[in-house]
């Protein structure tokens, strides 16, 4: 069973940085479709960055973090990364780590949580004014 632990959250000033880490288990990160999504209290879970399973290397910022944040991957390490950079007090939410099953179609990435299979269990960023 494949397992996701998400690392690496915390407490940051306005216009600090932050890298989150996703370590993946059971299971090889390769061909898996990888995504982070945050959930702020009081409001649905919403997308945040994708990155494709191929080798493309393609990736997919929502808009509110377009420029701020970077997606990356390391499949012999089976660790995902999001980089956060210029925090604003409105990125404070819980930070999940997401990932597909093995993907043997030409989709290169997924925005949508349902498309996801296996989640993990969130990492706290909070981002002080």
């Known amino acids: 069973q494949v397992q996701l632990v998400e690392s690496g959250g915390g407490l940051v000033q306005s216009g600090g940085s932050l890298r989150l880490s996703c370590t993946v288990s059971?299971?090889?990160?390769?061909?898996?479709?990888m995504g982070w999504f945050r959930q702020a209290p009081g409001k649905e879970r919403e997308f945040v960055a994708t990155?494709?399973?191929?080798?493309?290397?393609?990736?997919y910022c929502a808009d509110s973090v377009k420029g701020r944040f970077t997606i990356s991957r390391d499949n012999a390490k089976n660790l995902v990364y999001l980089q956060m950079n210029s925090l604003k007090p409105e990125d404070t939410a819980v930070y999940y780590c997401a990932a597909t099953s093995i993907q043997y179609n030409p989709i290169d990435y997924y925005t949508h949580g349902y498309e996801y299979d296996y989640w993990g269990q969130g990492t706290q960023v909070t981002v002080s004014s």
């Open positions: 990155h494709s399973w191929n080798s493309s290397g393609r990736t």
């Open positions: 059971g299971g090889t990160l390769s061909n898996r479709i």
